[in-house]
């Protein structure tokens, strides 16, 4: 069974930088895709973007395009979610999954495995 455990959340102001990690343990295989999603008080849990298994491969959602980076550090099985430029409407819940059906790059939550128990961005005008 594998555990995900996201860290690195909390309080900024708008226009700065926060960097959220996410560790998958107790799975030898390296072999997943991870995303990331966030989730508003009130508001269904969004689509952020998704590293593939290799590092190789990335996919956005287009309104983040430009501001997160996602990242993947394939030695030490951490991926990262860079985000710069952060705005009120960011502060969320973020989330990570991995998703053992690496063939693809998937954007829809019920297509992962298994979840972190999120970590919480505010982000403040």
């Known amino acids: 069974q594998v555990q995900v455990a996201e860290s690195g959340g909390g309080s900024v102001q708008a226009g700065g930088s926060l960097r959220l990690s996410c560790a998958a343990s107790?799975?030898?295989?390296?072999?997943?895709?991870v995303g990331w999603f966030r989730q508003a008080p009130g508001q269904d849990r969004e689509f952020v973007g998704a590293?593939?298994?290799?590092?190789?491969?990335?996919t956005y959602t287009d309104s983040m395009k430009g501001r997160f980076t996602i990242s993947r550090d394939t030695a030490w099985n951490m991926v990262y979610l860079e985000m710069n430029n952060l705005k009120p409407e960011d502060t969320a819940v973020y989330f990570c999954?991995?998703?053992?059906?690496?063939?693809?790059?998937?954007?829809?939550?019920?297509?992962?495995?298994?979840w972190g128990q999120g970590t919480q961005v505010t982000v403040s005008s």
């Open positions: 999954a991995v998703d053992f059906n690496w063939f693809a790059l998937k954007s829809l939550a019920n297509e992962y495995d298994s």
């Open positions: 107790g799975q030898t295989d390296s072999r997943y895709n």
């Open positions: 590293v593939d298994w290799s590092a190789r491969h990335t």
